[in-house]
Structures are given as C-alpha cells and as structure tokens.
Nanobody, 125 residues
C-alpha cells in the first residue's frame, strides 16, 4: 500500500522558517515527479513547488520563489520543502504528492496520483 506522510508543520511567526518532510512508503518514487501543494480555507489546492523525477528541474509558484526550496533524497524516499521568511498568506494545509514517472516539474496537479494527508502550517504576526 502506497503511503505518503508529511511532517514538520506547525505554528510560527511571520519571518520564521519551517522544513516540511514527506516520507514515502509502499513503493519507491525515485522515478516520479514530486510536488508540494497547499490549500487555504475556501481556496482551491494549488501548487507550491515541484521537482522532476531526476531532480534536475524545479518549479515554484510565484508567491514562494526565493523563499521556499524543494528537494528530494531518493535514497531515503523523502521529499522536503524548506520554507523561509514565512508570511501570513503562507498559512494553509500543505500536501505532498507523487506524479507520473519520468515527468518534469511542470506536471499539472491533475496528474498527481498519490497524496499525503496534509500538515497544517499556520503563520501569525
């Protein structure tokens, strides 16, 4: 059974940093595009950052460019999201997801097959 589990969320103040992790089990995702998405109350789920199956390319939402960094450790089957200079508007539930194999970081949300249960990130002033 495939399982993605996020961790590292929490409540922080604006300007702080958090590092999210997503541990995959049940199968290896070393050849899958991986992404972080977020959903704020009354908003649709949206891409935050994605990393290609090779790790050679990344894609970020404009709102997080320069502040967030996505990375992956294939040996550990783990995906990370380093979030710096957090803003109030970063408050959301963050989800990791795995998409098709051998896909690049521009893969649309609809093609991601496996999702974690989400972790809450709350940024306050």
């Amino acid at each position: 059974q495939v399982h993605l589990e996020e961790s590292g969320g929490g409540s922080v103040q604006a300007g702080d940093s958090l590092r999210l992790s997503c541990a995959a089990s049940g199968r290896a995702f070393s050849n899958s595009v991986m992404g972080w998405f977020r959903q704020a109350p009354e908003k649709e789920r949206a891409l935050v950052a994605a990393i290609s199956w090779s790790g050679g390319s990344t894609h970020y939402a404009d709102s997080v460019k320069g502040r967030f960094t996505i990375s992956r450790d294939k040996a550990k089957n783990t995906l990370y999201l380093q979030m710096n200079s957090l803003k109030l508007e970063d408050t959301a539930v963050y989800y990791c997801a795995a998409g098709p194999p051998y896909s690049d970081s521009s893969t649309p949300l609809a093609l991601y097959d496996y999702w974690g249960q989400g972790t809450q990130v709350t940024v306050s002033s």
